[in-house]
């Protein structure tokens, strides 16, 4: 059921983004407790403040009042991805080049699952990484499709 929901949920958002020139980062649909929330992730080069996403919130809430694809009832929320955006599509991880960003694989790569470290490349199928191991810099080549989830990464020094 929840794939159907963000998959109709993109198709509503995406023309009001579109017009506001702004980008769907990401859709939840999940239950917390009692409570089903659907949380749209959006942004823009320049980012995101609370009246972009109160106008957003508002065109998608009429829009899904006249479509009410969704049998119960929930919260909407829609914000900023946050500093720890997450990295879902091709594009995003062509515009995180030189950021450090956090991935983690289905299967073991060099007998890891989890990395960190800075996206020094990436062509479209590897994503190359440069990490941190004990006091040494090594580069680590990872297929895209081998990607369970991305996100950027926050260091503090």
Do not use: H
């Not at 508002?58 to 899904?64: D, G, N």
């Not at 991880?93 to 890891?112: D, H, L, Q, S």
Request: proline share 4%; with cysteine.
């Amino acid at each position: 059921m929840s794939k159907k929901v963000t998959e109709i949920v993109e198709e509503i958002v995406t023309p009001i983004l579109e017009e506001m020139e702004l980008e769907l980062v990401d859709i939840e649909y999940v239950k917390e407790g009692k409570n089903w929330f659907l949380r749209v992730f959006i942004d823009s080069e320049d980012g995101i403040d609370i009246e972009q996403c109160g106008v957003v919130s508002e065109k998608l809430s009429e829009k899904l009042d006249e479509v009410d694809p969704i049998p119960y009832n929930y919260f909407l929320e829609v914000s900023s991805p946050g500093a720890e955006r997450p990295l879902k599509k091709r594009a995003d991880f062509e515009r995180a080049v030189g950021k450090n960003v956090y991935i983690k694989t289905y299967e073991p790569i060099e007998g890891e699952k989890e990395f960190e470290g800075e996206l020094t490349a990436f062509d479209g199928t590897v994503v190359t990484l440069t990490v941190m191991q004990k006091t040494r810099k090594k580069t680590i080549e990872i297929p895209y499709e081998k990607i369970a989830n991305a996100r950027l990464a926050v260091v503090f020094f």
